[in-house]
């Protein structure tokens, strides 16, 4: 009769102390995640910009037929912070593998702001928007799928994930440009603004400007620095 009731108190201390484990762990995050997923400032930024762009676009969106703008889609559009918990949880490094199978979960959620900012702009006619993402093309469904869940997918919007490396985002800007490859069947367009998270999102071009026609979000995670 003890060993019956010995061995479930065991397990229960073990779980508890596991569990107790994974809190303490989660409490010592780093501080880049700690205060992306935690700050109020975080989001003040994010609704700030996007709100700043909305602001900006308006009076050109009145006098625009069929507007395109270029999107970046991770730590833009998708908060992927989850990702960035569990690999610190793990002791372990970015790599493909892990990534493509979380953005296979489908569990990103939304930058603050974010789909107030679609919402709106997509109430404009034929207003599109082009994801530019360095996703992998072979999680396409499952971006769509969690866009779908989060309420921000539109069936005319385009995605131009990444096919391979030297796929990069300057070459499906140029398709964007000259309506060639992916583009073909849209023809050129002229972009009237770009969002992204890290300078790589954004064209060369004198013709664009941040705070008017391109917007930065702060991500302190992960980047080129």
């Known amino acids: 009769m003890r060993f019956y009731i010995i061995i479930p108190i065991i397990f229960f201390l073990c779980t508890s102390c596991v569990d107790m484990k994974v809190n303490e762990k989660e409490n010592n995050l780093p501080n880049d995640v ?91 006619t034929n207003a599109r928007i082009i994801y530019i993402s360095n996703r992998s093309h072979a999680t396409l469904d499952a971006t769509k799928n969690n866009m779908k869940k989060l309420g921000i997918y539109f069936e005319d919007d385009i995605f131009l994930l990444r096919k391979d490396k030297e796929d990069t985002k300057v070459v499906r800007r140029n398709e964007v440009f000259n309506g060639s490859n992916r583009m073909s069947q849209y023809g050129s367009q002229k972009v009237l603004a770009y969002f992204g998270d890290a300078m790589g999102d954004f064209p060369k071009d004198t013709n664009y400007e941040f705070s008017i026609n391109k917007f930065i979000f702060p991500n302190p995670m992960y980047g080129k620095w």
């Not at 700050?39 to 909305?54: G, L």
Request: proline share 2%; net charge negative.
């Open 34 to 124: 700690r205060w992306l997923t935690n700050s109020s400032e975080y989001v003040a930024i994010c609704k700030q910009t996007y709100m700043n762009a909305f602001s900006s676009m308006q009076g050109v969106l009145l006098n625009t037929t069929n507007p395109i703008i270029i999107m970046d889609l991770d730590e833009t559009v998708l908060d992927n912070s989850k990702y960035q918990i569990d690999l610190f949880l793990n002791n372990t490094q970015y790599n493909e593998i892990s990534w493509d199978h979380f953005v296979n979960k489908e569990i990103s959620d939304l930058v603050p702001g974010a789909k107030d900012f679609i919402i709106n702009y997509k109430k404009y």
